[in-house]
């Protein structure tokens, strides 16, 4: 029976958890995730977590923040004054948008708290930090030519 391999586009259903048991993100219900093994199209433990997979096969991973989306950076959490939004947005807990950095770069934010004129932003993604839980399912694998092995 074929494996998954590196190079192999593979199409698989998946539930993401935290620690506590909170479903973060599913397929369940949706089209099942494809992507390329060794493309980096995902993070690095989910690619590691499906090498090796069977067709039907169901797996259960756990992935450390090393290999998810990093460890939790307090400095990626700053306080502005109220005064820097425009007038038309209401800074509000949970929003997000993107804040352009002097670089020109422009990074993904969301707001955790507004107190009185201090709004504080976390530039963090929303999963650094976390250990991620996968229970995975292959559907297909796609082998592509150059990871065929001819006799």
Known sequence: MSQV??????TLHYTGKLDDGTVFDSS????????????NEVIPGFEAGAVGMSVGEKRDIVITPDQAYGPYFEELVKIVARENFPPEVTPAVGLM???QLPSGEAIPVRIIEVEGEDVTLDA???LAGETLFFNLELVSIDKTASSIILP
């Open 5 to 10: 391999r590196e190079g192999d586009t593979i």
């Open 124 to 126: 963090n993604h929303l």
């Open 97 to 99: 948008f993107e804040m």
């Open 28 to 39: 369940v219900g949706r089209q099942p995730l494809r992507f390329t093994v060794g493309a």
